[in-house]
Every structure is written in C-alpha cells, then in structure tokens.
C-alpha cells in the first residue's frame, strides 16, 4: 500500500465525516493510519460502508448517531473516541450546511440551523476536544473547517457567512487561549468543491461554468485536495501552525465575488 503513516495510532473525531469534504478527511486520516469516530443523524448504511472502507486501510472508524448541534451529544463523540481507542488527538469541526438566503429573506429557522450546525458545534467541539486533550496530556491539534466566506461576503448566503466568520475568531480566539497546552487550532478554509454542498452550481451547467471561469486554477476542487491539507495539519509536519487559516481555494478569494 502506498502510504505515509503519518498518522499511525493517532484518534480523531470528524463531524459530518460521512459525506462530502468530511467524507475525504476520514479516509485520508485512515490512509495515514489514525483511527476515528464520526456523528451520523441519518444514513447509517453510509457509515457502514465507511466503516468497511476503513477498515480495508487497516484502521477502524466508528459512527455514532449524533446530533452535533447539542452539547450533550458531541460528549458522546469525545466518550466514545476514548472509550474505543483511549484517547482524542485530532478534533476536526467540519459538519457544516448552507441555505443560500439573503439577510432579507432568511427565517429564524435556517439562522439557528446554519449557526447550531456550524458555529455551535465548532465551539463546542472545541471545547470538549482540548478538556479530553488536557486531561490526557500532550497537546492535540482542533482543525476547523471554514471556507473563504469565513472573511469575503457571499451574497445570498449571509446566514453561512456570518457562521465561517464566527469560526474565524473561534480558531484564532481558541487558537492562543490554548497555546499554552500545545493545543494546534487551524482553520481551512476552502473555495469551491465538488461536495453536495454545491448541487445546486454542478447541476447548472451555466452556473458551474460561470464559477470555473471566477477561478484562478480553473476548477472547482476535489475534497481529496482539502483533505490532504487537513491530514498535513494534523500531522507532524503542521507543529508551528496556530489561531490562523489555511486557504485552498484556487484562488478564488482574490479575483472575485463569492458565487
Ligand atoms: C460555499 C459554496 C460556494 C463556495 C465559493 C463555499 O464555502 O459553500 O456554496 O460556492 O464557498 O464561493
């Protein structure tokens, strides 16, 4: 098997580690040998096949069911890493969703459903990950999924954009309040990726084009090119890297508007 162990015997949780950018992180985790728990709300035969898939890279993920906007149920995630594998040494805040509205039209509903999902949960993560790390000893790393929205409007899509700035400061607040316990908070932030999150584009051809055309490298990304990023954070060649975002974005964020 070609492989970097990078990651050998590591413990990681990733919310939302059963579709999308989650998906990829959770197998390139386990290609670089971290076993890892995951929260699933709906399709458990999607984390069974994971856990198969997984299990053929020689390493184990198990799949709680889990909603990741409750407090009490992202201890569960934390019980359950230690339970199976003794110990948390990767927290990766990823769970995340979007409802394309504008600050005029967005319901009170989709606000608390874009925030809880995305902002409530990373913080939380956050918190309950680096207790377990500091009870454990030796530092631990907390990789939050954000976007290049977390600081460039994206018009139409405000209620999201204002969870990913709010994710901003929490990797940077987190960042330097847990430093001293050798506690690594990252952001990646990615562009655009071919992910369910983005239905919607890929499947309007005018649309898809419109956005390939606003980037840089000419294409959206593969969730593979934003996990590896988050595999080199978690790993050992990430040890000087805190309170600050990683962008892979093609560079969309500095030639134009958010689409
Ligand atoms: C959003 C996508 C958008 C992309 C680039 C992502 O964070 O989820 O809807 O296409 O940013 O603007």
Known sequence: ?????????????????????????????????????????????????????????GDKVIGVMADVSRVDQLQNLVDAAVKEFGRVDIMVNNAGVETRTSVLDTTEQQFEKVMNINLKSAFFGTQLAARQMIKQGGGGRIINITSVHEDWPMPGNTAYCLSKGGMRMLTRTAGVELAPHNILVVGVGPGAVATPINLVTMNDPALLKKLDDAIPLGRMAKPEEIAKVVAFLAGDGATYITATTIFADGGIMQSSPGL
């Open 1 to 57: 098997m070609e492989s970097n162990m990078n990651l050998k015997d590591k413990v990681a949780i990733v919310t939302g580690g059963n579709s999308g950018i989650g998906l990829a992180i959770v197998l390139e985790l386990a290609r670089q040998g971290a076993n890892i728990v995951i929260d699933y709300i709906a399709h458990p035969e999607a984390t069974e096949d994971l856990e198969k898939q997984v299990h053929a890279l």
